[in-house]
């Protein structure tokens, strides 16, 4: 999958927290499954393409901020994807 925008291949998958414009990767640590997981706040305003049914918004927080919640809670497979090291 690449990024529509700049192509870039570091792409997060996960679910919006309907209603409230946080995302929730799908790539977390388990540990965090059970407790509040850690998001990212994204607008709640979305896009789409009536011609091959692609969604997206934009991000709220900080890109920093972004890949530090990744980092610090992103599983291995996450962290190896998008090539962020602790």
């Known amino acids: 999958m690449n990024c529509i925008q700049c192509q870039s291949t570091r792409i997060v998958t996960g679910a919006l927290n309907e209603g409230v414009g946080l995302f929730i990767p799908d ?6 499954l059970s407790v509040k997981a850690p998001y990212i706040q994204i607008d709640k ?11 997206w918004s934009k991000v709220y ?3 920093e ?3 530090s919640i990744l980092l610090r809670w992103g599983n291995e ?3 190896k994807r998008l090539n962020l090291k602790e």
């Open 27 to 32: 790539e977390i640590k388990k540990i965090f």
């Open 61 to 63: 927080t900080d890109l």
């Open 77 to 79: 497979n996450l962290l």
């Open 45 to 55: 305003q979305f896009s789409i393409c009536l011609d091959c049914g692609f969604a």
């Open 65 to 67: 901020k972004a890949k």
